[in-house]
């Protein structure tokens, strides 16, 4: 895909990358700048006594796995190096971040700023680490600008939650809501007919090529899912403010939150109050003169992750993790979960004498079918050596099921979307669009009669459609085979827990889909229980990209993050696009429809 947009966008590109080079160029010679690829950009601090932890969501994202800091990643057109600079922190860093925190005598508090958008299983396992970080006895403090879902979920962990008493910070706590967004109308006017070939009468990803509105089941399966998830997300946020979750919906349904007071008055907020006043309130906790604000002596959360979070080197026993992290695709390529690469780093990991146990840690929508085949053919030769347990981040639906339903024991995230039991075949028609759009006429010459049903310039007659439709049956029985193999079911349970449906982790785990409620930090204490080593060093894979290969990445043109700009439709969406508009070859899928951010 990225070579059809990269024709597209060649033009723009290449001016873009003589300004990138100009402006590079005159920052190391005007500006001094130093940098190093082959370390850190930066030594780790040291934690001063009496600091505050400063977990700023400006200037941090929570992901997968830690980055380097990319000494460029300031970097803006036109202005040189801007002063900020946004790090990237695993979501196991940084809840051992927070642990290390909690028995830090260094450490006063921690201070959390958390307006921001953050995918919902790393809120969820963010947020039990802050509890247990306020359980140690150390304050936590919150303040919020402008509260969202997300950010008022995070901050009801705290002791104290403060809200700026500026105007203009406009509440966005309304609750939760996904998005549908459907396709038909607009391929219909590109001559493009997508022929859906499926098995699962919920399984919806391939309806938005197809209809202009959800069928009924579409429409069952996401309402029982929001639902669910923001019971999640609503249960703690009432508690915080001494509510029943059903006085909490009642307030927000009223839109009774609308100027800071009413978060003040209602007890979801202890007090409104200027930036000035928020940072007095932290000199008084740390023990300082109010009026001095350069009292405080802040470490960031990345800052500290880097200067507490050490490898255990003395330890000669290994777990490791292997981070299957985005959608499942065919090849070696770097991009995503790549079938043949993440196999090969999986064998990799098996004849490793020194790893004892595996962690698959799973942020996965699915995606290709062979590809998914192909990884789950290597954890099933990796289990029968060591075990293999699963983490289950935002997602861990379809492709992403499958490759994990084996493993020994499966924890999962409340929040986690997964199952999505089901298979789909998608084959585009470009005839109309070749012949009313572009103007081309088209002749097959086939050497048989159905030589060019693949050829993708012709819609597939009732034979062709029946013997797709086999294919799709036979992979939707190897898919439940599995599933019923590795979470000791009958197949029939299986189907009828299938048929593609989407299912929250909080409701997975009551139907056995998954073992446990947990994070990624639960499944390596469960992974090194079940190798018996208490010590061990904590190996990952992939490797994290370098701070020269981020420093690279920024003269790639993200065309995604073009498209969704230019559209104002999420990833997901634009990436179903890409998948039309780039299709060589029919393709089977096992992938959920769509991904959701909670902000």
Not at 74 to 85: A, L, M
Not at 252 to 264: M, Q, R
Not at 307 to 332: C, P, Q, S
């Amino acid at each position: 895909m990225k070579n059809f947009w990269k024709t597209a966008l060649a033009a723009g590109v290449g001016v873009i990358l003589v300004s990138l080079v100009l402006s590079l160029f005159s920052a190391f010679i005007f500006g001094g700048m130093v940098a190093s690829f082959g370390a850190s950009s930066e030594a780790a601090k040291t934690v001063e006594p009496n600091s505050v932890l400063d977990i700023d969501f400006s200037k941090v994202v929570i992901a997968e796995q830690t980055l380097e800091d990319n000494p460029f990643a300031g970097f803006s057109s036109g202005s040189g190096f801007s002063q900020e600079e946004i790090r990237t922190v695993g979501i196991l860093d940084a809840v051992k971040a927070l642990e290390n925190a909690a028995d830090d005598p260094n450490i006063k508090l921690a201070y959390i700023r958390p307006d921001m958008a953050i995918d919902v299983a790393h809120l969820e396992e963010l947020r039990s680490a802050l509890v247990k970080f306020r359980e140690s006895g150390k304050p936590l403090v919150a303040y919020m600008e402008m509260p969202t879902n997300a950010g008022y979920y995070l901050a009801s962990a705290a002791d104290r939650i403060y809200i700026s008493n500026y105007r203009g910070g406009m509440n966005t706590l309304v609750g939760i809501s996904g998005r549908l967004v459907f396709l038909k109308d607009l391929l219909d006017k590109l001559g493009v007919n997508v022929q859906l070939i499926r098995h699962g009468k919920y399984k919806s990803a391939g309806e938005m090529y197809i209809k202009n509105s959800a069928s009924p089941e579409n429409m069952e399966q996401n309402t029982v899912m929001v639902k669910s998830l923001w019971k999640e997300l609503v249960t703690p946020m009432a508690e915080r403010a001494g509510m029943s979750v059903e006085e909490f919906n009642r307030m927000i349904d009223n839109l009774e939150l609308v100027e800071a007071e009413d978060f003040v008055n209602r007890h979801l907020a202890d007090e409104a109050v200027n930036m000035d006043g928020m940072k007095a309130k932290l000199c008084a906790l740390v023990g300082e003169d109010e009026n001095d604000f350069d009292c405080i002596k802040s470490i960031s959360l990345s800052d500290y992750a880097k200067a507490t979070i050490k490898k255990n080197y003395k330890a000669h026993d290994r777990i490791a993790i292997v981070y299957a992290d985005g959608g499942i695709i065919d090849g070696r390529e770097k991009e995503e979960v790549a079938g043949k690469r993440f196999a090969d780093i999986i064998d990799k990991v098996r004849k490793d004498d020194k790893v004892k146990a595996v962690v698959l840690r799973v942020n996965s929508p699915g995606g290709s079918v062979i590809a998914s085949s192909q990884i789950k053919d290597a954890v099933d030769r990796l289990k029968e050596e060591k075990p293999v347990i699963a983490s289950y981040g935002s997602y861990a639906a379809s492709g992403g099921y499958w490759i994990s339903a084996g493993c020994d024991y499966i924890f999962s995230d409340a929040t986690t979307l997964t199952g999505s039991i089901g298979v789909f075949g998608m084959f585009p028609d470009f005839s109309k669009t070749a012949k009313d759009i572009v103007h081309i006429n088209v002749t097959a010459v086939p050497s048989n009669a159905h030589s060019d049903m693949f050829a993708l310039m012709r819609p597939l007659d009732s034979k062709e459609y029946e013997f797709i439709q086999k294919d799709i049956e036979t992979i939707y029985t190897q898919f439940t085979a599995l599933v019923a193999d590795g979470r000791h079911m009958d197949v029939a349970r299986v189907d009828e827990l299938g048929q593609g449906r989407v299912w929250t982790g909080r409701d997975a785990l009551a139907i056995g889909l998954v073992d446990e409620i947990g994070g990624l930090e639960a499944a390596l204490d469960y992974a090194a229980l079940k190798a018996g080593c208490p010590e061990y060093q904590l190996v990952s894979y992939p490797k994290p990209l370098t701070a020269m290969e981020q420093f690279m990445e920024m003269f790639e043109p993200d065309t995604q993050e073009y498209l969704v700009k230019l559209s104002g439709l999420d990833k997901a969406t634009v990436k179903a696009m890409e998948d039309i508009v780039s299709a060589k070859e029919p393709k089977v899928f096992a992938r959920m429809p769509y991904t959701m951010d909670i902000r």
